[in-house]
């Protein structure tokens, strides 16, 4: 069945390495959503595309964080340099224009030593 | 897949019980609420959504309440079960696709 997935499912890198997350949205799909997880933020939005144009990076750290769609199968979340406090997990999310439900994927659980 | 073990509010039912997760909300602008169910290792699960001109909507074992009045929103599983164990977000957005994400309950059922 149709499902939104993201790799890797790990990540163990060290502070200064950059690290880039991949999510295939669900066939379809117009919209895409990057979640963060944390113990302390719980569920933060960090961006989300429609029609793979960026609506709304407002969560994401600038100067380190990027965000992209090269093409409407494929949305990419990179962190250059990676730091300690980026560690957590990071889900990706693809719905459609109009309805409230966002399928989430498996997660990327990113550990900065 | 992935979760974290998030310091949440905790509720304890027994199997078979009716459940009750509460959530306080603070924009009143927002238009729809939503509640989604987070498994042990897994990405949260979409479960209902309600517009803010209702007060009450069903699915499949659930019911959400809206009460604008005090800015609560209730979230009521009938007959819980042990595939009901797992932890239960509220979430608001604005119509836009902004949605924003409570802190959580863990819900544990007791066999």
């Known amino acids: 069945d149709a499902r939104v997935t993201q790799t890797p499912r790990h990540k163990v890198t060290e502070m200064g390495q950059e690290v880039t997350m991949r999510c295939q949205p669900i066939?379809?799909?117009?919209?895409v959503f990057w979640y963060r997880q944390t113990m302390m933020q719980g569920l933060e939005l960090l961006a989300y595309?429609?029609?793979?144009?960026?609506?709304?990076d407002s969560g994401m750290p600038k100067d380190r964080f990027s965000a992209e769609m090269p093409d409407a199968t494929l949305a990419t979340l990179k962190i250059q340099p990676s730091e300690p406090r980026d560690s957590a997990v990071y889900f990706c999310?693809?719905?459609?224009?109009?309805?409230?439900?966002?399928?989430f994927g498996p997660g990327t659980r990113l550990t900065v030593l | 897949g992935e979760s974290v073990g998030l310091h949440l509010p905790t509720l304890s039912v027994q199997e078979g019980d009716n459940s009750i997760i509460n959530c306080a909300y603070s924009?009143?602008?927002?238009?729809?609420f939503i509640w989604y169910k987070q498994e042990s290792g897994k990405g949260p699960q979409f479960i209902i959504d309600?517009?803010?001109?209702?007060d009450k909507r069903q699915g499949q074992r659930v019911t959400v309440l809206l009460n604008k009045t005090v800015k609560h929103l209730s979230l009521q599983i009938a007959a819980t079960q042990p595939g009901d164990s797992a932890v239960y977000f509220c979430?608001?957005?604005?119509?836009?696709?902004?949605?924003?994400f409570g802190a959580g309950t863990r819900l544990f059922v007791k066999a």
């Open positions: 924009n009143s602008a927002s238009d729809y």
């Open positions: 595309f429609r029609n793979r144009a960026p609506l709304d």
């Open positions: 066939l379809g799909h117009n919209t």
């Open positions: 309600i517009r803010s001109n209702m």
């Open positions: 979430a608001e957005n604005t119509g836009g696709f902004k949605t924003i």
């Open positions: 999310a693809s719905g459609l224009t109009g309805d409230n439900e966002q399928f």
